[in-house]
DNA sequence: AGGAGCGGTCAACGCCCGTAGAATCAACCC
DNA sequence: GGGTTGATTCTACGGGCGTTGACCGCTCCT
């Protein structure tokens, strides 16, 4: 009655309980922001111990950057039209499928100092590309306003319960910031 | 040599320090949110002890909600274009003289319950009256959007740091949204 | 003038947090 | 198969927080 092979070798496991902790660690952090969520409630919600994820990353600080490091921005490019419309679908992205990393990030960037450096320091990062994209002299305000919109979006969406933003169908949304978009992008004649 | 009369009187004396720390707190909150500020840092900015801040308000939380009651918003109307015109002057209202209550719960409404209900109430506020002044049949969609837009410039200048929102001329920023914000009051003829 | 009452201070309690280090047990290597 | 390593747990420490209640001194009423 003995059970010679393991299911799992030791390194298998330690991966599998290393992603349980990260994927618990990022809901977490995207519900309830990086202060009033507790390693010992990451632990629980991953079953495991708080010494051990402690163990695995240090400090709570290197687990919340491991958790919330997201993949690079898309880039726009094109005519005005074309940038506008490839906005709209980032905007009609996000609200189909909701990037965990980026709400764990804007949801803990008024209270912890490294989100707050990774939001500025993404939030320029998308400002200047979208800056570039645009053919105006006041590119950078339009740029500016532009992912204002877009954060004022996720931030009425996800903090303040604008329901109608969650029950609207993405298309008609989006074609109601079309004008916004493309006013935003395009110089006036 | 004597000082028959004090400077000034007991009454006078308590609604000063009242004052002094509703101030300082507003100030507080405002910069650093509901959990990082402290009572001991509010009673400190105020220069009394901490014992009295809960002697005369009770409770951090009943602070709170005294230092960051904010006047009535102001009422919307008018044809699409006026509604519109009267949108842009709030905007550039507060992007000139900055209302301290309504940040420090902006700022609080990640980590404390109270500030998430006032922000989430004050929020369908204003939409319900924005939506009432929209003719359309999608105004509460167009009302979200604009409210949504509002939010994302506050946020963008003051947590994420768009120096571009803070350095350009109000009149500019407003030229530039008063396309959106027309598209958004009326309905495509 | 003198006692009551209020503005204000001080020290302490209890709680929860991040973190550290010893202890336990099973898997791995030779 | 026995020592070793690594995964995991347990217990505890130190600090900061909101909150409390005893205490002091000045001001007000009579």
């Given at each position: 009655?003995?059970?010679?092979?393991?299911?799992?070798?030791?390194?298998?496991?330690?991966?599998?309980?290393?992603?349980?902790?990260?994927?618990?660690?990022?809901?977490?952090?995207?519900?309830?922001?990086?202060?009033?969520?507790?390693?010992?409630?990451?632990a629980?919600a991953?079953?495991?111990?708080?010494?051990?994820?402690?163990?695995?990353f240090?400090?709570?600080?290197?687990?919340?950057?491991?958790?919330?490091?997201?993949?690079?921005?898309?880039?726009?490019?094109?005519?005005?039209?074309?940038?506008?419309?490839?906005?709209?679908?980032?905007?009609?992205?996000?609200?189909?499928?909701?990037?965990?990393?980026?709400?764990?990030?804007l949801?803990?960037?008024?209270?912890?100092a490294?989100?707050?450096?990774?939001?500025?320091?993404?939030?320029?990062?998308?400002?200047?590309?979208?800056?570039?994209?645009?053919?105006?002299?006041?590119?950078?305000?339009?740029?500016?306003?532009?992912s204002?919109?877009?954060?004022?979006?996720a931030?009425?969406r996800?903090?303040?319960?604008f329901?109608?933003?969650?029950?609207?169908?993405?298309?008609?949304?989006?074609?109601?910031?079309?004008?916004?978009?493309?006013?935003?992008?395009?110089?006036?004649?």
């Amino acid at each position: 009655m003995s059970e010679p092979r393991p299911r799992l070798s030791r390194a298998e496991q330690r991966r599998a309980t290393e992603a349980r902790i990260l994927a618990a660690a990022g809901r977490l952090f995207a519900e309830s922001g990086y202060d009033q969520t507790t390693i010992r409630a990451i632990a629980g919600a991953a079953e495991v111990d708080g010494g051990l994820v402690m163990h695995y990353f240090g400090s709570k600080e290197e687990l919340f950057h491991r958790a919330t490091q997201a993949g690079p921005v898309r880039p726009v490019g094109g005519t005005p039209e074309e940038v506008a419309e490839q906005i709209l679908a980032q905007i009609a992205d996000s609200l189909v499928n909701e990037p965990i990393a980026s709400l764990a990030v804007l949801r803990s960037m008024l209270t912890h100092a490294g989100a707050s450096e990774a939001a500025i320091e993404g939030a320029a990062r998308y400002r200047a590309q979208l800056s570039d994209a645009i053919p105006a002299d006041d590119a950078d305000v339009r740029a500016a306003l532009i992912s204002a919109t877009l954060i004022g979006v996720a931030v009425s969406r996800h903090f303040l319960k604008f329901d109608v933003l969650r029950d609207t169908p993405p298309e008609q949304i989006i074609d109601l910031l079309r004008p916004c978009l493309r006013s935003l992008t395009r110089a006036d004649d």
